[in-house]
C-alpha cells in the first residue's frame, strides 16, 4: 500500500516561490510521480510529472519554465519547486503515483493548499 502527504503548501504572493513536498510510504521507487492541482469550478489537471528514474519529465504548459518537479528516492520524496507564481496557479495541489504497469495513476494524496494573492 501507497500512502502520500504533501506539505509545503501555503500563501504566497505574485512573484514569489513555494517549494511542495511528497513523502511517500510503501514501495514507489519503479513508479511515476505526478503533480496535479484543482481549482475551484475547474476539473483537475496535471501540472508535472517525473519518472521513476527523475531522467525523464514533463511539464504543463502552462506552468512550464516556471515550475520544477524532481524526486529523491533515498528520501522517497518528490517536489515541486515552484517559481514565478501567479494567481491562476491558486488551488489545490495533489501527488500522485503510478505503478510501472498502470495506464492511471492509482494512489492519490490528500491535497495541500497554495493560493496565490494579486
Known amino acids: 500500500q501507497v500512502q502520500l502527504v504533501e506539505s509545503g503548501g501555503g500563501l504566497v504572493q505574485a512573484g514569489g516561490s513555494l517549494r511542495l513536498s511528497c513523502a511517500a510510504s510503501?514501495?514507489?521507487?519503479?513508479?511515476?510521480m505526478g503533480w496535479f492541482r484543482q481549482a475551484p469550478g475547474k476539473e483537475r489537471e496535471i501540472v508535472a510529472s517525473?519518472?521513476?528514474?527523475?531522467?525523464?519529465?514533463y511539464a504543463g504548459a502552462s506552468v512550464k519554465g516556471r515550475f520544477t518537479i524532481s524526486r529523491d528516492n533515498t528520501k522517497n520524496t518528490v517536489y515541486l519547486q515552484m517559481n514565478s507564481l501567479k494567481p491562476e496557479d491558486t488551488a489545490v495541489y495533489y501527488c500522485?503515483?503510478?505503478?510501472?504497469?498502470?495506464?492511471?495513476?492509482?494512489?492519490w494524496g490528500q491535497g495541500t493548499q497554495v493560493t496565490v494573492s494579486s
Open positions: 500522485a503515483a503510478k505503478a510501472p504497469s498502470k495506464a492511471k495513476y492509482d494512489y
Open positions: 517525473i519518472s521513476w528514474s527523475g531522467e525523464s519529465t
Open positions: 510503501g514501495r514507489t521507487l519503479w513508479y511515476q
